[in-house]
C-alpha cells in the first residue's frame, strides 16, 4: 500500500486537535457578555461591559452590517446630484423614484449596448459600493444606462435585443411592415 494511507489519519487528527486549541486560545481570550436577571450585561467575570463595547459574535454581524447599510445609502446620496430623484420610464412613461425601497415605483438602470460597458453587473451596486466623485462619474456617463421601470425593464431581454424588438414589431404590424426595418 502506498504510504500515504498509513500516515494519513494520525496526521488529519493531530491538525484536528492544533485547530481546536487554538479556537479555544481565541474565544478564551474574548469576553463573552451576558444578560443576568438583573438586566445588567455582565461578563462571566462579574465586570459591567464598556459603553462601547460589542457582545457576542451575533451582535458584531448586526453591528458590521448596520455599518454597511449606512456606508451604502451615504454613496447612493452622493449620486443626488446626477442622477434625477424623480425621472419618467424611457418606454412607458411611468414616473419613477432615485433611491426608493418600493421596488416597483424605483428606476432599474439597463444596459442598453449589452454588455459592453465598463460598468458590468448591477449598476445600482456601483453606485451603493462607490461614493460619486469625477473618475466614476465619467464611467457612468459613459456607460449610457437607460432608466426603466420595472414592467419594462423585466420585458427586455439582455441578450440579442435587437432581434427580439424585430420580431415583436413584425408581430405587431405583419411581414409587410418588415421590409422597412
Not at 22 to 46: C, M
Not at 59 to 87: A, C, G, S, V
Not at 129 to 144: G, M, T, V
Not at 175 to 181: E, F, K, R, S, T
Request: aromatic share 10%; charged share 30%; proline share 4%.
Amino acid at each position: 500500500m502506498p504510504r500515504g494511507i498509513y500516515f494519513h489519519k494520525p496526521h488529519r487528527k493531530e491538525q484536528k486537535k492544533k485547530i481546536s486549541i487554538s479556537l479555544k486560545r481565541f474565544y478564551s481570550s474574548h469576553i463573552v457578555w451576558n444578560k443576568g436577571k438583573t438586566g445588567i450585561k455582565t461578563s462571566d467575570k462579574g465586570q459591567i461591559p464598556p459603553n462601547k463595547g460589542i457582545s457576542k459574535f451575533s451582535d458584531i454581524k448586526k453591528h458590521r452590517r448596520e455599518h454597511h447599510k449606512k456606508y451604502r445609502e451615504n454613496n447612493l446620496n452622493t449620486w443626488n446630484k446626477i442622477i434625477p430623484t424623480i425621472t419618467r420610464c424611457q418606454i412607458c412613461g411611468v414616473d419613477i423614484y432615485f433611491n426608493r425601497k418600493n421596488k416597483s415605483k424605483a428606476i432599474h438602470f439597463d444596459h442598453r449596448h449589452g454588455e459592453h460597458d465598463k460598468i458590468k453587473a448591477h449598476p445600482i451596486e456601483f453606485l451603493r459600493r462607490s461614493p460619486c466623485n469625477q473618475e466614476r462619474e465619467k464611467i457612468w456617463r459613459e456607460a449610457d444606462l437607460g432608466m426603466l421601470c420595472k414592467s419594462c425593464n423585466s420585458y427586455l431581454p439582455t441578450k440579442n435585443r435587437k432581434e427580439y424588438i424585430k420580431k415583436v414589431i413584425i408581430y405587431v404590424f405583419g411581414a409587410d411592415y418588415a421590409q422597412h426595418l
